[in-house]
């Protein structure tokens, strides 16, 4: 092993690792998003696991110089990052930040402010009928006409029933027949 390669090696055995590769990564100034290969991220994912339990075995500088070519294969990126993401709130937790976010943010009384810089009904319905109309503009003058009632209508010579008003219209009612001779009373 190349002298540079184990003094690495000893000096990262000596560090306080962090515990797990993407703490690693970002430690190191790398971003996750710059590994794009998952399969091959998991793998070396276990190796870490496996190189911090064997700290102190011989093993242990095997597994990190694995680890250093797996690193130096995807160079940092331009600009480092430098604190991981951090772990996501609790439900509750998040609640509490975005209350205090609602209650110290200067939007309050906005939907008051809202309501006085919309216009009144009064003046909408003013300014749509003040708008221009669309066609030829001409309203008719004169009153609809009045409906016609049933009770209204005179038939005479000039007018004549569509259907014969003698004629009963009702089938069967209840109590009554249409044949009053048949009745026998």
């Known amino acids: 092993m190349d002298v540079s390669l184990q003094k690495r090696v000893t000096e990262f055995e000596s560090s306080k690792l962090p515990k797990n590769l993407i703490k690693l990564v970002y430690q190191s100034g790398r971003q996750r998003s ?56 609790r439900r509750k937790e998040e609640r509490k930040r975005r209350r205090a976010e609602r209650s110290s943010s200067k939007s309050r009384g906005l939907s008051s402010q809202l309501k006085e810089a919309k216009p009144s009904t009064h003046e909408m319905v003013r300014a749509w009928k003040a708008s221009p109309t669309i066609g030829l503009g001409l309203e008719t003058s004169l009153l609809p006409p009045p409906k016609a009632r049933r009770e209204d209508v005179k038939i005479d010579r000039h007018t004549t029933p569509q259907k014969d008003p003698d004629r009963s219209h009702i089938l069967y009612a209840a109590g009554w027949s249409l044949n009053p001779e048949k009745s026998q009373d």
């Open 34 to 89: 710059d590994f794009t290969d998952f399969r091959e991220w998991k793998l070396y994912s276990t190796l870490y696991d496996t190189l911090l339990s064997l700290r102190g075995h011989e093993e242990f500088a095997v597994l990190a110089v694995r680890l250093f070519a797996y690193l130096d294969c995807h160079p940092p990126t331009i600009k480092p990052i430098e604190k991981p993401p951090s772990t996501p709130l």
